[in-house]
């Protein structure tokens, strides 16, 4: 998936959320109006949020079962 198909993704589904929706990353909480402002205008944001996509979506697809240690 391409980085615009993926921002894409994250939009709608933080537009679908209620709008008491909270994005927390370390210290900072963004709620779900300036989330969405910052995805659009911050390229490093947007990339921040990109890349942990990304990183869950590897993690949870070469996670291995309890059954498998």
Request: aromatic share 6%.
């Amino acid at each position: 998936m391409k980085e615009k198909e993926i921002v894409k993704a994250i939009k709608q589904h933080v537009k679908e959320q209620d709008d008491r929706w909270k994005f927390v990353a370390g210290r900072e909480v963004v709620t779900k109006r300036l989330f969405l402002q910052k995805i659009d205008g911050d390229k490093q944001f947007r990339r921040m949020v990109v890349d942990m996509v990304h990183n869950l979506s590897i993690d949870i697809l070469t996670r291995k079962g309890k059954s498998d240690v």
